[in-house]
């Protein structure tokens, strides 16, 4: 089938290149000249596993094309995705400029029927508000075409997109026009061999499910992260908690680790943006109020945590503290809303020096703040220890798993680690000599 995607961010190219893979005919487009100039010679600009492979061998057979060209794109195929951004504006809504812009321009050169379906996370009745626009602009063009908008939301995890996208879970479409759903099902035929996964709902509903799986997984993080508090308050450990609620099959293991707090480009986002909805409604929401509160203080735990260690905040002034993984999570180069970020700006903001080193993130890192004397960038994970006084761990990437603790003990000044991962066994820490302190276990002070 020919398909076009409007937008070639994470989930613009994500699809439409995994789209290509199974033998769609796909025609990105996107505003950014320099972007496609450099998608068409083949360079993405997203660290993604197993993307490049894939756009470079459907680039060269020529079913993944890239262009600025809007009425190229909307000429190229019946079906119309639109995967544009949605960030939040100032009170955290989500700002639909950019999905209106494409749905306008879409309506300006469309010469037939179109299925337009919304693939970026936006609020319930937001296809009514496309729809509108787009009828707005065919009855200014004097034209009565028919058309169709539907709700696909993406459920891609970052670092894991690819492999999400062609296997997912399930394909969320949300429209109740038989024609438009005849459409999905052949676009999604090839991922539904094996067994159904496609849901057919209702438009709303499936805007609605995206807030509400996100906001469902904050809520578990920010839970565990509560529980992890009162944990250390009361001398248990949050890991056996954690075992003990998760043998229970309606609870599950999922989810439920305890850290120095959720970040990335989705969680924090979609949980304001549905509290600004449900705002909205007139619908008071305190738990996801509450989610949002309990994540921001969590990302503060690494540093109260240090500073408790030195005497206080002030006690942090002039020293150095290096720090293991700078991304939200492992496999990405994405510092969006990172825990680190937090952690490196209360370290500043008291007078420390960071050292800093993350397997992928560093370009991103330099780019975010730039060269500023109170921070290093180092090129391995035992060269930032050096002089330093403590470690603090921000991300669980694989190579921090099992260090050689000797090596690090020879290079820091002193044998502290702030673990926001709990990638560690505390008793064996204790044994050789370290001050361990991490989230929701007894520390080893
Ligand atoms: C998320 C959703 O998982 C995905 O379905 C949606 O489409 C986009 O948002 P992503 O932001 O890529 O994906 O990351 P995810 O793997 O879900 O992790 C989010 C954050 O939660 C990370 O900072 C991670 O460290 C944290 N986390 C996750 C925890 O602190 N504890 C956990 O148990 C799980």
């Known amino acids: 089938m020919k398909l076009a995607i409007f937008g070639t961010g994470y989930v613009g190219l994500v699809s439409g290149a995994c789209l290509a893979e199974v033998g769609h005919d796909v025609l990105c487009m996107d505003v950014d000249q320099a972007k496609i100039d450099q998608l068409r010679a083949g360079t993405i600009p997203i660290w993604e596993p197993g993307l490049q492979p894939i756009v470079e061998r459907n680039l060269a057979e020529g079913r993944l094309r890239f262009t600025t060209d809007t009425a190229e794109a909307v000429r190229h195929a019946d079906v119309q995705f639109i995967a544009v951004g949605t960030p939040p504006d100032e009170d955290g809504s989500a700002d639909l400029q950019h999905v209106l812009a494409v749905a306008e321009e879409i309506a300006r050169h469309m010469p037939a029927y179109r299925v337009i379906v919304n693939k970026s996370t936006v609020p319930a009745g937001t296809a009514e508000k496309v729809a509108e626009r787009i009828a707005q602009v065919l009855a200014a063009r004097g034209e009565a075409i028919a058309f169709d908008v539907v709700s696909n939301p993406e459920f891609l995890k970052e670092g894991a997109a690819v492999a999400d996208f062609l296997k997912p879970d399930r ?51 920010s839970f565990m992260n509560e529980l992890a508090n009162l944990a250390e308050r009361l001398d248990a450990d949050i890991e056996e908690v954690r075992k003990g609620i998760g043998a229970d099959p309606r609870i599950g293991y999922h989810f439920i680790y305890p850290g120095c707090g959720y970040g990335g480009s989705c969680f924090p986002k979609d949980v304001q943006a549905l509290g600004r909805i449900a705002d909205q409604v007139g619908y008071d929401a305190p738990l996801l109020r509450a989610v949002e509160t309990v994540n921001q203080r969590q990302k503060n735990t690494l540093f109260a945590k240090l500073a408790g260690h030195f005497g206080g905040p002030e006690g942090l002034a002039g020293r150095t503290v290096a720090v293991w993984g700078l991304a939200f999570k492992p496999n990405t180069d994405d510092l969006r809303e990172a825990p680190s970020r937090s952690l490196i700006e209360a370290l500043w903001q008291h007078g420390a020096h960071v050292q800093a080193y993350d397997p992928v993130a560093m370009d991103e890192m330099r780019r975010l703040y730039g060269p500023r004397a109170d921070l290093a960038l180092a090129s391995n994970k035992y060269s930032v220890l050096e002089g330093a006084d403590a470690l603090a761990i921000c991300t669980e990437w694989q190579q921090f798993r099992a ?15 702030a673990d926001g991962r709990n990638l560690y066994n505390p008793e064996r820490l204790r044994a050789a000599g370290w001050h361990y302190y991490s989230v929701g276990r007894p520390a080893v002070a």
Do not use: C, W
């Open 403 to 417: 260090p050689d603790f000797d090596e690090m003990a020879a290079l820091l000044q002193t044998r502290v680690i």
């Open 171 to 221: 394909i969320l479409v949300g429209t109740r026009s038989a024609r438009a759903q005849e459409r999905m099902r052949e676009i999604y035929e090839p991922f539904n061999r094996n067994h159904e996964r496609t849901l057919f709902t209702d438009v709303r509903s499936a805007e609605l499910t995206k807030y509400a799986a996100n906001a469902m997984l904050a809520t578990r993080i």
